[in-house]
């Protein structure tokens, strides 16, 4: 699920789909306006860290030292990195200000769902594209049954989801090979940091494809190399190839075969 917020609070267990309605209004004048960015569990995915580490012009490993803390995809082994709190801001979010949510423009997309929670990891057939909703409603939250009903499928556009969705749909492939795999595949240190670096740590994964046996591993074209070291996005997802490449032998990226025996990339 996105956005696990405030476990102690209760999710109305009803299943909703891409045409189901809500209704629901979020504003400043509301007595609760930034009560839900308090003691929250919010995981941050690939692309929420481009856009929040691109809006905050740091390096992708100052951000993740600076606003994250370590987390785990649920029910897997696999890292997630979550925002860290502020304790002596009352558990804050760090990009909360005076007048609200300091990076709003460029919000987690669990910020953009609430109060909707979107199930991306409980579909274990790849094949199938059912959308798996739930509304979360919690005591502290009063902006629900106010303004005009709206579908699901208005809300993720009016929340500007849809390239979040695009750009993270490569990580939740993985995640959910990953999970097909079962529990009791242990998955090696070495994969995880891998995953953590392709999927995360973008800027050190850049460093590792032009500085490391990478290229010579494997044939990316000029075009696209020249992409990549410009462009996260497009690193991003040749980092979803790479990783789909090497722990599930998926054949995105072409090796070169002279090599293949001769050398091993290494990771950080
Ligand atoms: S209405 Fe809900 S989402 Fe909006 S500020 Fe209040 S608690 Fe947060
Ligand atoms: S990123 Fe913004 S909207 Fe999301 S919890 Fe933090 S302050 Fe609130």
């Known amino acids: 699920m996105y956005a696990p917020k405030d476990v102690e609070k209760p999710i109305v267990p009803v299943r909703l789909d891409l045409d189901s309605t809500i209704c629901f209004t979020c504003d400043k004048e509301l007595a609760c306006f930034t009560k839900c960015c308090h003691n929250n569990s919010t995981f941050l995915t690939p692309y929420d860290i481009i856009r929040l580490k691109q809006r905050l012009d740091m390096p992708s490993d100052e951000f993740l030292l600076t606003f994250t803390t370590p987390g785990k995809v649920e029910a897997s082994d696999l890292p997630v990195p979550m925002i860290k709190l502020v304790e002596d801001r009352n558990n804050a979010c760090p990009f909360l200000g005076e007048e609200g949510c300091n990076v709003y423009e460029d919000r987690p997309v669990a910020c953009r769902y609430y109060p909707v929670a979107a199930g991306l990891f409980h ?18 939250c009063l902006g629900h049954d106010l303004g005009q009903e709206m579908t699901i499928a208005k809300w993720r556009k009016q929340q500007g989801i849809p390239p979040y ?19 009791f595949v242990e998955i090696p240190e070495k994969t995880l940091q891998m995953f953590f670096m392709a999927c995360y740590n973008l800027d050190a994964f850049r460093r590792f494809v032009f500085k490391s046996n990478f290229l010579k591993i494997y044939r990316v074209s000029s075009e696209r190399l020249e992409e990549v070291e410009n462009d996260d996005v497009a690193l991003l997802h040749l ?12 054949g995105r990226l072409e090796l070169i075969e002279q090599v293949v025996e001769a050398d091993e990339v290494e990771v950080d």
Not at 129 to 137: G, P, S, T, V
Not at 239 to 250: E, I, K, N, R, S
């Open 123 to 140: 579909n274990f057939d790849l094949s199938d594209n059912e959308n798996f909703f739930a509304l979360i409603k919690e005591a502290h």
């Open 165 to 183: 969705d695009e750009n993270n749909r490569g990580w939740v492939e993985i995640i959910l090979r990953r999970k097909s795999l079962g529990p």
């Open 239 to 250: 980092g979803y190839d790479w990783l789909m490449t090497t722990l599930f032998g998926a």
